[in-house]
């Protein structure tokens, strides 16, 4: 009985390392080519550690390339969706949890079921509207489609966590006298930071990674998001690996930095809706 547990222990963690394998291999791929010369990444023979070490294609990142002004709109388009997002997430799963309304049940399979639908398939729609409101070839524009693509799912993780905060603590508070706005914004809301941080690292990443909306939406050189000018190095003639590899890595440690300062609030919120009480 014991060998049999350890052999599925030891199966289990096989399987884990291949996985794992899978996603560190290309990322070591990628920092090693974005270290690397012309002659090196091109080379036949794969180049694991580059000699002599090249800083080339991370001075083109800031130098020859618009990749600062790419970094300020990706910038400006991701914290822009996750303040929407959160904000209305919190103000929908504090009403949808705290409320008796009808058509509950259904508003929050409405949510669900616009999870269902391909990205793609928002395409027209999208630009339709931001046609009318000629908001098209705008960060306002994208910054609303980043939003609307993220304000469902914010809010099924909001409502889940919601409801791990016992309802008793809002019928102590109006015993005292506290009104709907006073228990929202001074007690319920402070017991959900873990949330809002999982909501707004969630929402930031998907922006940040986006790439079909920004793309199709935005056609101006100075408005173009980063993902952008990234897939912009694969040009019809040649592309340019290192250079490409440099900015993704470079467009990675924002986001590297932002989940190990706020790991611990990202985990706790997209956890706490498993285990109820």
Known sequence: MKTKKRLLAAGRYLILVVL????IVPVLWMVSTAFKGEAQTYSPTPVWIPSPVSLDSFKKFFGLYSFGKMTRNSLVTCLGSMVICTA????SGYGVTRFKFKGKKQFMAFLLVTQTFPSVMLVVPFYAVLSTYHLTNSLLGLTIVYA??????????MTSYFETIPL???EAARVDGANSFTI???IVLPLTVPGIAAVAIF???NGWNEYMYSSILISKDSLKTLTVGIVSLNTQNQVHWNDMMAASTM???????????????FIAGMTSGAVKN
Do not use: H
Request: aromatic share 16%; proline share 2%; hydrophobic share 60%.
């Open 20 to 23: 794992a394998l899978f996603i």
């Open 88 to 91: 209305c997430a919190c103000l």
């Open 148 to 157: 609307a693509t993220n304000i469902a799912f914010s809010t099924w993780m």
């Open 168 to 170: 008793e603590l809002d």
């Open 184 to 186: 929202f914004s001074k």
């Open 203 to 205: 929402v930031l990443i």
């Open 251 to 265: 467009s990675c440690l924002p986001l590297i930095i932002l989940f190990l300062c706020f790991q611990r609030y």
